[in-house]
């Protein structure tokens, strides 16, 4: 229609257009409000919150609280929030006899018992299914039906799952409750995922991403990008699923609330850089996750915070720490026990520790952890685990010759992963059970023999269709993403006109000719995405067609095999009548054409030289790039001449090794799409070239293995026989070192003397290794006791020799001169060890020597002396640090005489009073994650603390501290502590 027609018609019907912009205004305004409520959930809460603030009917207190509970629900706020909310609903309900109040507490009640034991929640969330059946209530079916679908997920039955939620997303379609849409999309793409379904997983992903987004629902967007990622890192895309990751934890930090939603992110990201053997970087943000899991006690907080603890037991396990390792693994299952979490989570936990211990051929602990977690398994009514578990069972048992109960078991688990569709664990039952029957009944272990071949066959293709399916699914989700943006272009066009539409309502003249105008764009809009569509479908038919290829290059080390098949699929998509790949070998200067075929046959390959820059082969290898030629004079390479060619590098890292080639007798058979897929292909090439190469060079190398074995059989004879005395030399060194640690101890005070003499006390004593550098001295006289704790250079061995020369000189310097003052026998002790070690001020001297805290206690009090060690004294709930003096005791000696003071400390003793002497191993131990000393400041804060307890409990806290603090750090140094405490007079 022209403009003069539009305004011929406009002069016509003036009336009934200003009637039909009313309605237009009015219909832009319904669609705008629609909108903004969706995009302001958040407001919605806040507004609901206001309302319950308000005394209010019971009846309308209901609704409030069912409105406020599908809200938070929708929003996805946390546990926290919601579980209040729920139960002060079915409370209130319950005690009204609401029917429909009391069904929609069930359901949300449910929730608090999801991740915590999914017996109850099933339980729950069933209960609220019928009561809504009955009431005929279709949102709060919806509710229920999402529930139950969620019940079914956690006890592996996927499809039924699966049944629920496609109801559940109809149902809130049918009412349009769009923010549920959004949420039923991404559970499925969450179900899709351990199904190993990734094109379908990453396409509801996405779509649960866009609705979230376009709702203005953060927390949901959220989660979906970290699905997303969860779904990438499945399929091995490691950097796409660390942008996603780090998408989700953009979002999640918005919100107060999410710690421990933000700390599973951390969790996924360490693990992919684990998958790269980045150990380090994992660690960094493992230390994240285990910082904000700690400060969220909700379930999701537990939750994280045992998979963090799993994953660090992971990482010590693989770095062959293993008792670090069992450690972590059991602080995992202690999180969960610890918050009564009796899901699938902790079921895992306990399987850890089995097979660990299985690793360890401790097969009876590892059938007491499997029996653990099959009972575990059951009461949760987690299937997948509960099979795993009479898997390992049906393996320990064989070990442990229980042929009975491994018969029975692996029946059970072969029966269990048949009904839940678990390929991997029936295959392994079917191989535990022909190993069990080989040596009684030949024909059924045979029969196993079969299945457990055919299940593996089967795996085998599983997993080659879902490596195709992951090239697809990550090709879908760029393609969701490109249009994504395109949509995202339309709706700004679509406000455009939106706008000049809302100005049409005041001169509908320019309205009708925006009208125009939109049409106009609409049509192009989809002459545009009509245009998108049939390109994306090429590259669909592209991607399948370069996923078979690669997949088939991959499975095969013949590459003369794999070169049919390559030639056979490339002639189903464009004509290539000649194709060759060649080596390039730079020291030769040459190319050398590995296969060359024509028109289907072998031909013999040639040569070419790099001098020969007139060819396309050297300018590919040259160049680095790909050489097209669709209508130009080509140089024939041998026999026919081909009429257009595409040539195409083979690039591993930064290297040209070779080329590749088809080439047509047709003119212009190679435009820009073919030689994409012919360069998507040449990496598969690249790869396969370098498979064969690395097997051939295997086959040189086992005939030179075999030739080295018989010289390498004499070698280990030889090897054997000096092993054996090496093992008794070595048995000999541990039981002297042992000896050692026995004469040691012997010289330190009995502990019967130490009560005797002071009373209440307690000792930390802990060697870094066997034997110690650290010890502790006392000697009682008539009138006072002298106690000392001291610190030599060094630990092991160099050390327990000075601390053998430290005590003999130390009786000495007391039982036979007689010297009690502190600080003499300080003095004396320097020049004594400076004597018996012929120490002088040679810098090449044996300059070791000790640090020591020594005391005198007598009726009248304290005298102190130090050699560069304080006396810490607790009274009140003050501490009072009394610093020795700054030189050691023997070691080099820059002044003229060496002199130790004494410190009499006169103490009101009318009130409980502890002593604290220490060497310097406690303070000086440093942490893993931030490197830093546990502190002398930290230290004396603890003494304060726990002074005025017993001593057990002063030294269990001391311990747990230091543990705490220490985490999986080796010790540093010898560590001894001595407190003591003086009866008050």
């Known amino acids: 229609m022209s403009i003069s027609e539009c305004r011929a018609t406009y002069q016509l019907s003036r009336s ?25 959930l958040s407001t919605t809460i806040d507004s609901l919150r206001n309302e319950l603030q308000r005394t209010s009917p019971e009846r309308e207190r209901i609704e409030t609280l069912i409105a406020l509970s599908s809200a938070l629900v929708s929003y996805g706020a946390s546990e926290a929030e919601t579980t209040p909310v729920a139960e002060e609903l079915l409370d209130l309900a319950q005690r009204s006899s609401n029917e429909r109040g009391v069904a929609w507490g069930l359901c949300f009640v449910a929730r608090r018992y999801e991740y915590r034991d999914n017996i109850l929640f099933s339980r729950y969330a069933y209960d609220a299914l019928h009561r809504f059946d009955v009431l005929r209530d279709t949102l709060g079916l919806a509710f229920a039906e999402r529930a139950v679908a969620s019940s079914h997920f956690y006890q592996a039955d996927y499809d039924l799952a699966l049944r629920f939620y496609n109801q559940a997303l109809e149902r809130f379609e049918q009412v349009k409750y769009i923010p549920q849409v959004a949420w039923m999309m991404y559970y499925k793409g969450i179900l899709y995922g351990y199904q190993g379904n990734y094109i379908f997983s990453l396409s509801n992903q996405f779509k649960a991403l866009r609705l979230f987004e376009q709702l203005g629902i953060t927390l949901g967007a959220a989660a979906s990008n970290k699905d997303l990622g969860v779904a990438l890192q ?63 006690r909700s ?14 037991g992971n990482i010590a396990r693989q770095q062959g720490n293993i008792s670090r390792a069992k450690e972590y693994f059991r602080a995992a299952l202690q999180v969960l026990d610890s918050a009564n979490i009796r899901g699938n989570d902790a079921n895992f936990a306990v399987y850890r520790l089995g ?22 398994s059951l009461r949760s009514g987690d299937k997948r685990n509960s099979s795993r578990a009479m898997l390992w069972l049906g393996k320990a048992e064989y070990e442990l010759n229980n042929i009975t109960d491994a018969t029975r078991y692996g029946r059970e688990a072969l029966a269990a992963a048949k009904n839940i569709g678990q390929l991997e664990f029936a295959t392994s039952s079917a191989e535990i059970l022909a190993k069990i029957y080989e040596q009684s009944d030949t024909k059924t272990s045979l029969g196993y023999t079969k299945l457990a071949r055919s299940l593996r066959d089967s795996i085998a293709t599983l997993e080659r269709s879902q490596q195709l399916a992951g090239l697809e699914a990550l090709y879908n989700l760029d393609r969701e993403q490109s249009l994504s943006e395109l949509l995202r272009k339309d709706n700004q066009t679509q406000t455009i006109i939106a706008t000049r539409q809302r100005w049409l309502l005041i001169v509908v003249g320019v309205m009708l000719l925006g009208v125009l105008v939109g049409a106009i764009i609409l049509r192009r809009l989809n002459a545009r995405m009509k245009s998108t569509n049939e390109e994306l479908e090429r590259q669909t038919i592209r991607i399948h067609a370069i996923s078979k290829i690669g997949a088939e290059i991959a499975s095969n080390l013949n590459m003369e095999r794999a070169i049919v098949m390559i030639y056979q699929y490339i002639n189903q998509l464009m004509d290539a009548s000649i194709l060759n790949i060649g080596d390039y070998l730079p020291h030769e200067s040459s190319i050398k054409m590995r296969f060359l075929i024509e028109k289907g046959e072998f031909a013999p390959p040639p040569t070419v030289k790099m001098s020969e820059t007139h060819r396309p082969a050297v300018r590919c290898v040259l160049e680095r790039r790909a050489i097209v030629m669709n209508d130009e004079d080509i140089p024939v390479l041998v026999g026919v001449k081909p009429a257009s060619l595409v040539y195409v590098p083979l690039i591993s890292g930064e290297r040209v090794i070779g080329v590749f080639s088809v080439q047509s007798l047709k003119k212009n058979s190679y435009p820009p799409e073919n030689v994409e897929l012919l360069m998507a292909i040449s990496a598969y090439i690249t790869t396969a070239l370098q498979n064969a190469s690395a097997f051939a060079q295997i086959q040189v190398q086992q005939t030179e293995l075999e030739q080295q074995a018989a010289a390498i059989q004499l070698a280990n004879t030889a090897l054997s026989e000096r092993n054996v005395h090496l093992e008794q030399l070595t048995g000999k060194i541990t039981d002297n070192i042992a000896y050692a640690k026995t004469i040691q101890h012997a010289i330190l005070p009995l502990e019967s003397e130490i009560t005797e003499t002071l009373g209440e006390h307690f000792i930390l004593y802990k060697p870094m290794e066997m034997i110690s550098g650290d010890f502790y001295w006392l000697q009682r006289s008539e009138f006072s006791t002298l106690v000392a704790v001291i610190d030599c250079t060094g630990h092991g061995i160099p050390g327990a020799f000075m601390s053998m020369v430290g005590n ?40 070791d020597g000790m640090d020591v805290c020594l005391c005198r206690i007598d009726d009248s009090g304290i005298t102190f002396a130090g050699a560069r060690r304080p006396l810490y004294i607790v009274q009140n709930g003050e501490i009072l640090t009394i610093e020795g003096d ?25 009130s409980p009073t502890m002593l604290y002497l220490t060497s310097d191993g406690y303070a000086d131990q440093n942490n893993r994650i931030t490197r830093e000393k546990f502190g002398t400041e930290r230290l004396e804060r603890l003494f304060t603390d726990i002074a005025s307890k017993d001593m057990a409990t002063q030294r269990t806290r001391l311990e747990q501290a230091l543990a705490a603090h220490q985490d999986i750090t080796p010790q540093r140094d010898d560590i001894t502590l001595m407190g003591i405490r003086l009866a008050a007079r």
Request: aromatic share 10%; glycine share 4%; charged share 25%.
């Open 299 to 312: 379930t999701f907080g537990i939750i994280a915070l045992s998979g963090v603890e799993d994953l660090y």
């Open 886 to 910: 700054t030189k050691p005791v023997g070691g080099f000696q820059r002044e003229a005489k060496r002199q130790f003071s004494s410190k009499r400390l006169d103490l009101d003793l009318s």
């Open 808 to 847: 003999d000189l130390l009786n000495q310097i007391v039982l036979e001169k007689g010297i009690t003052s502190p600080g003499w026998i300080l003095t004396e002790l320097h020049y004594a060890i400076r004597h018996a070690l012929k120490q002088t001020n040679d810098i090449d001297s044996n300059q």
């Open 234 to 296: 499945k399929i091995g895309s490691l950097n796409k699923a660390l942008e996603y990751f780090r998408k989700s934890l953009a979002e999640f930090r918005r919100h107060t609330s999410t710690k421990a939603r933000s700390a599973t992110v951390y969790l996924h990201i360490a693990e992919c850089y684990e998958a790269r053997s980045d150990t380090a970087q994992a660690l960094v943000y493992l230390d994240s996750a285990i910082v904000l899991a700690r400060q969220d």
């Open 16 to 40: 009934a257009a200003f009637l039909c912009v009313g309605v237009m205004a009015l219909l832009f305004a319904l669609v705008e409000v629609s909108i903004a409520q969706q995009l302001r």
């Open 355 to 376: 097979t660990l211990a299985f690793a360890l051929k401790d097969y009876a602990a590892a059938s007491v952890y499997f029996h653990d977690m099959l009972e575990r």
